[in-house]
Each structure stands twice: as structure tokens, then as C-alpha cells.
């Protein structure tokens, strides 16, 4: 056999050694049972390492990885890539019974994928845990991510930016019982972006600008007044001087102490001891009160014996569902609906209508709290309509912002819609009292509809004009 | 049988001479001042009002055509509990232009929790807290400090303000540029609690609210309520806002009369507080009350009675008259008790029962009479009326002897200063520069 220069052999393992780049032909590369790089390049070895890694086909990325001399990494998630050092290729007979043992437990991999948008990306992470023993998918801080955390196994399959993904994919294969967590560290992420880098500001409360400056308050005993500090400082002396009974303020605690803060917004001129505490998203820009900003657990994972039962006899599950609430119609099976009770009603003579309800400012919500919290909200107002609705009821939710409600036999609808619309804004007022959420509702008697489709559009029109 | 004929029998033989012999302090001092005088005001002040009425409707019209921003400032100590009704007293009112500002003067309760929500869900404007506890006058400056409206009103936080309230008490500023304060009408809310309640009622409608009408009438009212007062803000802050309390209401009063401004009492301006509903609790409060006036009105401000440079005459004619209405007749009283118990040991029950009944009947007609005048709210003066014949207990010896009390204590020991309803810190401070 006519064995190339670039090409290791140690008993009947070969290494393919990577020194240069250009000579990469991954197809060729199935064949050898390890890579060996050797370069003192870092940004070379951790590009190396994240293509041998990420490739999609098993025969590349479950091979074993050695790096040859003692090259400094600055990157610490090539070491989660790697599977050893050699100073020379002397040592090679140290680690060619571990590129065996990883061929061999490759074998017993079962073929079948995850289901779902992360399931080839889950196989090819849990693959390499398995083939390695005992190695655990453990987190990296890294600034390069976009949540400042790495797992290398996982992320060498996104862009940095996609970084939240791989927490999703792992929360998913936690809930579904394949890997055990063992926590870490907790994070806050944007709200709209997942971003992990923010800054968090001391704001004013009214016009939310940063722009604010803190003063101790000043409270002079013999006299009562109380006052910001530069109430009581002078110009031509270090002495406190009280700016009611102009007498000197001598010691702290004794004839005067400082009883709290005063903050002034040098934007708005407006004055306030609670200073609002803001996280700006350095990525996206979104600015979000802290309190709800997203948490994310940052944990290092092994498989459970679910897992590795998994790898080796297939995975079992149905794999990632859309969550779908129960409560709502898909507008599909509204619109068929809706057409049933069209015509039923030009049959009969009753009191059915369809009701459109638009959350008009909702993506202020949105930009405010986020996405997720908004599907909550919304699921929150439609658990409300709900309970107001009898069994034949139905509703549907279009958009995230304009729910459709088609209400059978139903009295006096307007005074039914007014007090539907109050419930809704008590519940947003009793929980963020800092959003005035603006809802418009309009709603037609079916009795005097032509189409299900016509009389939406009717609706939408009649609430967006108002 | 025998004492009852023989209490008839020095009845009918007392005479004119005698009688006022008997009962000379009834007459002079209970009787010809608190119900002749009163009663000849009180007509007066009903032409005058009517006379008034042309240019009160002017300044009414003029206050709400210009619509001044009024800071209302509403200072506190663990009165979280009254905030969300006294906002929703305030939300009410038909004048609506209005800074609201609470100031939480170190509460260990849960009032920053719920100031904090108010001002967050837009009901109150500003709400400031001291961690450090520093007394109700510095939480009241601390208001003033951050206040933006032309002018302030003070208010408590357990009262409660009919919904014309704010606007009634600004009109007097409009109808005479010198007023620089304003009293509000203070009646008793919770009347129907316990018999302390209902004759603290009757006191406020009788003795406070009239007397305040009458004094006002005179030129010589002399104490803003601290539960509902208004102020030019111009002149609070000449002033120097409140100083170390207690008794600061009637303090600031007095320093706003020293700088020439005229203070009023507006009747129509009503609010309702929650009175002691104990014997014990109103002693309290009645011994801090009646210590003040010592500390106030014969130690900071006697400069009221000499030539100095804010010398006036009403001012002096003002004290005067309270000095001797309360100081001076309270210790009389005993006097009297004496001259009885020298000079007419045998009748002494005769003379003590008639008193009471000569007493009991004249706090009758005059709560009767004087309920003509009685403005709003009326619905308590029938609960009320029965409780009247008490109040010669009431007046005559409960608050007697805790005004002979307090008096002597502030005289000879300045207990004032020993009050823990000011942290020790300001009082020990005030006590040295006495003040």
C-alpha cells in the first residue's frame, strides 16, 4: 500500500497528520482511524479541531484527535475537542489503543436520530460522549459566545450567535432523560435575542434614562430641615453649613445625619430614590427591567444509562413537539368551524356572532419582557376568555396579538365583551401595572354574514381603522 | 329624701348675689366666653360671611380658572396601612391639580412596600423614605424640598377629605393675598367607637371647629391642623418649613403670624380623622398637645408679649388670650375649688352638683345652638346629643387634670423634650438650642 508522507502508522492504526490545511480532502480522511495535528498555530489547531468536530459524517468526527508538541492553546474549548497530547510521534503507541477503543465502541452506535430540529446535532454529541467514556459535556466561558458560555461537542454544530440554541437542545435532552445536569451557574440572557452579555444600568424611573446622579440626603437635627448634600455645602468652605438656621453641622450622628438618597435625572429633571434597574443587551440593544429577564442554568451534562441506551439501541421517543394549547382552535379548523356556524345560523335565527379582540401595543409587551412572557400572557388572557365562554365556544389566535372568539346564544354581547376586556386589563394592571395594555374588540351576528373569511376581514378592518 | 329637700332648699334660697358667688367661674369664665362671646361672633361672622360672599366667589373663580399646581404633602411614620384610602380620598377630589408627595419617615412596617406601588402604579407622584427615623417635621421638609406647586398642603395619612376639601381650602388664598396658611376643618370619623370617640366629637364640632371659627373671625386663630393644612409655598419656605415638633402645627402657625401673614380657618374645608377611641390613648395625646402650648407659646415665641422687631399687637392680643384661656384659668380652676372648700365646706355638694347640672344643660343648648351654624356632615349631631351632658366630665376634670398635668411637667421639667413621638436625636438637639 502506497502509504503518503502526511500518513502515521503505528501497528495497524493510522494517524493522518495535519500540518497544512490545503491538504485537507475529508473524504479521504474516512479512512484513517486519528488525526494528529501538528502545528504551534492556535487559531489553526482550534479551527482544525472545530471542522474534524463538526463534520456531519461519523467517520470523521468520532475519530480521535491528538495534538503533537506542546502548542499554547488560548482557546480552552479545544481541549473539549481534543483527545490528548503527544510530544512526538514516539508517544503515538501511548494513544493507538485509544483510537481503537473508539472505533469499537462506534460500532455499537444504533443509527437512529433524535426527532426534531436538534436531533441529528444531539446524536453527534451524545456519539462522541459515548465513544469517550466518562467524558462529560461540560461548559467553557467564552466571550466569543453570545451567552459568554461554550460546549464545545455542541457548538462546534452553530454560529456563535446560535449559542442559546444548544442550551435549548440540552434542556430538551435533560427533560427528555438522556443526560443528567450537574449545575454550573445560572445566567440572565436578552429577552429577545438570548444574548448573554448585558449591561445593567441604574435608570431613572420616568424617562428611563441613564443619566442620573445620587446624592446623600442631609437631615440637621436642631432644626429639621433635611435637604440633598449640596444644600448644605458651600462654595468657599468644606464645612456643611445648614442652609435653614445657618448653623455649621459639627459630627455625624451627633447634630446631623444622612438618612437616605436622592437621585436627579439629568434628562428629564425629575427626582426619585428608587432608580429603576435596567439590563441593555449588548447584542441586540433591547433594554429590559432586570426582574424579568430570562434565566438560563449553565450545567455540565452526562448520559444517563437512558442515554446510552439510547445510542446503542435507538432512540425510542417521539422527539420534540410544538407546544399547542389545548384552549385554542388552529385558525384552519376555526375558519371550517365558523363556516359550519354561518350556515347553521342562516338557517335559525340565533344569537351566535364572531368577536375579534386586538391587543394593539402587545409588541411593546414583547419588546419589554419578550417573546416567551408574551406567549404567556397570551395563554393567561385566553384561559380567561375561556372560563367566560360555554362548552360550544371556540377561539383561535392570530398572530400572537388578535384572538377570535366565536360565542354561541349570547345576551346583551356588548355588555358580555366590556366586562370580558375588563377581566383582561385587571389581570395586566394587577401584574404589570407599568404596561396599559390597549385592546379593541369588535364582533359581527353571524346571522348577517355572507363568509367566514369576509366577515375577519371585516372585523380586522373595523378595529384597525378605530 | 332629706338631701334632696335640702338641695332644694338651697336652690331656692341661693339669690342673685350668691349665686354668683357660688358659681362666679362658670359665669365669667365658662359661660360669658365660651357662649356669649362665641355666639356674638358666630352672628357676626354670618352677616360677615354673607358680606364676603361676592369676592369668595371671585377668589373662587379665580383659582379655578388659573388651576395652581398644589403640592400635597403627606408625612409619616408606619402608615402604609391608610395610604391606598387617603389616595383614593385624594383621587376623588373635584380640585385635580395636584403633586401628590408621601414621605415614610423610617416605617418599620410594610409602608415603603406599598409607597413604592402607589408611586409605581402612578397614584401618588413621589414617594420618599428616610431609613433613619427623623421626625414628622423633617419628613414634612423633606416634602417641601421636592414640592413644585405654588401651594402646599399638609394632610395625615389616617383621615379622611370630603371630595370638595382641597379646593375649599385654597379660595381663601385668593380672596386675600396676605393669608399665607389655611386651616381645614378637622372632625371626628369613627364617632360611634367608644364613648372617648363621641366626646371627642362633640369637642371638635363644639370647642374646635367653632372656636377655630371664632378665633379665625377675630384674627387670632393660632393653630393650622397638622391633619389638614394649607400653605402659600412661598411662605413655608420663608419660614423654614416645620421645626422640631411636637406641637408643630401650631408652631408653624405662629411663625407664619410673626412674619405678618394672616392665617385663616376654613369651616367649609372638611376632613374627618380617627380620634383616640381610649381614655388612656387620648391622655397621651392630650399631654403632648397641652405641653406644647408651654413650650411654644411661653418659651420659643414669648417674644410675642415684647417690642421687639415682629411685635404685633394681634399676635400679642392672640397669645394673650390663649395664654389665659388655658394656662391661666386651668390653674384658676383650682383656685376656685379652694375658695369653696374654705369659705363653703357645708354646701360644697350642693354647689358641686349644681355646677354640674348648670354645666350639663349649657353643653346641651350650646351644642343645640351652636349645630345651627355646623356646616356639613350633620348627621352625627343626633348620635351625639345624648353624650352632651358628659361633657362637663369630660372638659371639667378628665382634661382638666391632664392639661394641670402636662402643664406642670413641661413648666418644671420640659418633658416635651422626653416625648418619644420625636426621635431622642432631634429633641436632645432642639433642647439645646431651646427650641
Not at chain 1, 206 to 213: G, L, Q
Not at chain 1, 295 to 302: A, D, L, P, T, V
Not at chain 2, 400 to 413: M, S
Request: with cysteine.
Amino acid at each position: 500500500m502506497n502509504i503518503p508522507n502526511s500518513v502515521v502508522t503505528v501497528g495497524k492504526i493510522n494517524f493522518y497528520k495535519i500540518n497544512d490545511r490545503i491538504a485537507f480532502m475529508w473524504n479521504a480522511l474516512m479512512a484513517y482511524d486519528g488525526f494528529i495535528i501538528d502545528s504551534s498555530n492556535a487559531i489553526f489547531i482550534r479551527t482544525v479541531a472545530r471542522e474534524i468536530r463538526g463534520h456531519h459524517q461519523p467517520e470523521i468526527y468520532l475519530k480521535g484527535i491528538f495534538l503533537m508538541g506542546n502548542p499554547e492553546l488560548t482557546n480552552k474549548a479545544v481541549y473539549s475537542l481534543i483527545d490528548g497530547f503527544i510530544l512526538s510521534e514516539e508517544d503515538l503507541n501511548m494513544v493507538a489503543s485509544r483510537s481503537q477503543d473508539y472505533f469499537l465502541r462506534s460500532l455499537d452506535i444504533h443509527p437512529s436520530v433524535p426527532r426534531g430540529v436538534y436531533g441529528p446535532i444531539i446524536k453527534k454529541a451524545f456519539d462522541l460522549l459515548y465513544t469517550r467514556q466518562n467524558k462529560v459535556l461540560a461548559p467553557i466561558r467564552d466571550t466569543h459566545s453570545i451567552i459568554g458560555y461554550n460546549f464545545p461537542e455542541l457548538s462546534v454544530s452553530f454560529d456563535e450567535n446560535e449559542e442559546p440554541q444548544v442550551l435549548d437542545a440540552l434542556e430538551w435532552a435533560e427533560k427528555e432523560g438522556l443526560v443528567w445536569p450537574d449545575f454550573q451557574e445560572r445566567i440572565y440572557v436578552c429577552n429577545s435575542c438570548s444574548g448573554g452579555f448585558l449591561s445593567i444600568r441604574e435608570v431613572c424611573p420616568h424617562c428611563k434614562s441613564s443619566n442620573i446622579d445620587g446624592e446623600d440626603l442631609v437631615h440637621h437635627f436642631p432644626c429639621a430641615y433635611i435637604g440633598p448634600l449640596s444644600d448644605f455645602q458651600m462654595e468657599d468652605s468644606a464645612v456643611l453649613n445648614c442652609p435653614k438656621c445657618n448653623k455649621d453641622l459639627h459630627h455625624i450622628g451627633v447634630d446631623y445625619d444622612k438618612p437616605s438618597v436622592i437621585n436627579h435625572c439629568n434628562n428629564c429633571d425629575s427626582i426619585f430614590q428608587d432608580v429603576y434597574v435596567k439590563a441593555k443587551c449588548m447584542n441586540c440593544e433591547s433594554d429590559m427591567d432586570v426582574q424579568y429577564l430570562k434565566s438560563r442554568n449553565i450545567n455540565s451534562y452526562k448520559l444517563t444509562k437512558k442515554g446510552r441506551q439510547s445510542i446503542t439501541k435507538g432512540y425510542s421517543y417521539e422527539g420534540i413537539e410544538e407546544q399547542i394549547d389545548v384552549t385554542l382552535q388552529s385558525m384552519e379548523s376555526f375558519i371550517a368551524l365558523l363556516r359550519y356556524d354561518i350556515i347553521r345560523e342562516s338557517r335559525e335565527l340565533g344569537e351566535d356572532a364572531l368577536t375579534g379582540i386586538y391587543f394593539e401595543n402587545l409588541n411593546e409587551f414583547a419588546n419589554q419582557f419578550g417573546d416567551f412572557r408574551r406567549q404567556s400572557l397570551m395563554r393567561e388572557i385566553a384561559l380567561i376568555v375561556q372560563q367566560r365562554l360555554n362548552d360550544l365556544d371556540y377561539i383561535c389566535l392570530e398572530q400572537s396579538n388578535l384572538l377570535w372568539i366565536v360565542i354561541h346564544d349570547v345576551n346583551k354581547i356588548e355588555k358580555a365583551l366590556e366586562n370580558l376586556v375588563k377581566d383582561i386589563k385587571e389581570l395586566i394592571d394587577r401584574n404589570i401595572p407599568t404596561i396599559k395594555l390597549s385592546i379593541i374588540f369588535e364582533y359581527n351576528h353571524l346571522k348577517a354574514v355572507s363568509s367566514a373569511e369576509a366577515c375577519m376581514i371585516d372585523l380586522k378592518r373595523k378595529m384597525l381603522v378605530e | 329624701m332629706n338631701l334632696i329637700s335640702e338641695f332644694y332648699s338651697f336652690i331656692s334660697n341661693v339669690g342673685i348675689e350668691k349665686f354668683f358667688r357660688y358659681f362666679y367661674f362658670f359665669v365669667i369664665f365658662e359661660f360669658f366666653r365660651f357662649f356669649i362671646v362665641e355666639l356674638i361672633v358666630l352672628l357676626y361672622w354670618v352677616v360677615a360671611k354673607r358680606a364676603r360672599r361676592a369676592a369668595m366667589q371671585e377668589a373662587h373663580f379665580e383659582l379655578m380658572n388659573r388651576r395652581p399646581l398644589v403640592t400635597i404633602v403627606i408625612p409619616g411614620r408606619n402608615e402604609g396601612k391608610h395610604l391606598f384610602k387617603l389616595v383614593e380620598s385624594l383621587r376623588n377630589q373635584t380640585y385635580t391639580n395636584m403633586q401628590i408627595i408621601v414621605v415614610d419617615d423610617g416605617s418599620d412596617d410594610e409602608t415603603p412596600v406599598i409607597g413604592r406601588n402607589l408611586q409605581r402604579r402612578g397614584y401618588i407622584d413621589l414617594f420618599l423614605r428616610n431609613d433613619v427615623r427623623g421626625g414628622k417635621s423633617s419628613a414634612a421638609n423633606l416634602a417641601i424640598r421636592y414640592a413644585r406647586g405654588e401651594f402646599i398642603v399638609a394632610l395625615d395619612a389616617d383621615c379622611d377629605y370630603l371630595p370638595d376639601a382641597i379646593e375649599r381650602i385654597l379660595v381663601p388664598f385668593f380672596y386675600d393675598k396676605n393669608i399665607g396658611g389655611v386651616g381645614g376643618s378637622v372632625q371626628v370619623f369613627n364617632y360611634d367607637d367608644s364613648i372617648a370617640s363621641a366626646l371627642q366629637a362633640i369637642e371638635y364640632f363644639d370647642t374646635i371647629s367653632i372656636g377655630r371659627i371664632v378665633s379665625s373671625e377675630l384674627g387670632i386663630y393660632r393653630v393650622i391642623s397638622g391633619a389638614f393644612g394649607a400653605f402659600r409655598r412661598d411662605a413655608i419656605e420663608k419660614i423654614g418649613g416645620w421645626d422640631v415638633g411636637p406641637g408643630m402645627d401650631g408652631d408653624i402657625s405662629v411663625k407664619l403670624r410673626k412674619l405678618g401673614y394672616k392665617v385663616k380657618f376654613e369651616p367649609d374645608a372638611l376632613c374627618r380623622t380617627n380620634a383616640p377611641s381610649t381614655f388612656k390613648k387620648l391622655a397621651r395625646q392630650r399631654l403632648r398637645w397641652d405641653k406644647s402650648l408651654i413650650r411654644f407659646r411661653l418659651r420659643k415665641h414669648s417674644d410675642v408679649f415684647f417690642p421687639t422687631r415682629t411685635f404685633m399687637w394681634i399676635n400679642f392680643f392672640s397669645f394673650l388670650e390663649n395664654i389665659t384661656y388655658n394656662v391661666f384659668l386651668n390653674f384658676k380652676w383650682y383656685f376656685y375649688l379652694g375658695d369653696m372648700l374654705i369659705n363653703f365646706m357645708s354646701f360644697l355638694p350642693f354647689i358641686f352638683i349644681t355646677n354640674i347640672i348648670l354645666y350639663a344643660t349649657y353643653n346641651v343648648l350650646k351644642y343645640l345652638i351652636f349645630g345651627i351654624f355646623r356646616l356639613k356632615k350633620r348627621d352625627a349631631i343626633i348620635y351625639l346629643l345624648p353624650y352632651t351632658p358628659l361633657m362637663v366630665f369630660y372638659f371639667g376634670y378628665f382634661l382638666r387634670l391632664i392639661r394641670t398635668r402636662a402643664y406642670l411637667q413641661e413648666f418644671f421639667f420640659k418633658a416635651s423634650y422626653d416625648d418619644n413621638w420625636n426621635p431622642a436625636k432631634s429633641s436632645r438637639a432642639a433642647k439645646q438650642l431651646g427650641i
